[in-house]
């Protein structure tokens, strides 16, 4: 599973590097907890929501994700 594939009504395609993934009109609360699990089940990170919160686009995600991997 990737980011791109936790939103059911935004185009998989659509999803970028350079997305603000908070300007997706799907993105929620929900979809952030999501992104929280995946992270956790897909890599073994811990990811919070400041991390969430203090990011704007799919690639600032992704940077705090390859930082923490072991």
């Known amino acids: 599973m990737n980011f791109a594939d936790l939103f059911e009504e935004t185009d998989c395609d659509s999803i970028k590097a350079n997305t603000c993934f908070k300007d997706l009109e799907e993105w929620s609360s929900l979809l952030a907890l999501s992104v929280i699990a995946m992270i956790d089940e897909e890599y073994d990170v811990e990811f919070r ?20 991997v072991g």
């Open 49 to 68: 929501g400041d991390d969430i919160r203090g990011s704007k686009t799919v690639e600032d995600l992704y940077k705090i994700v390859k930082s923490r």
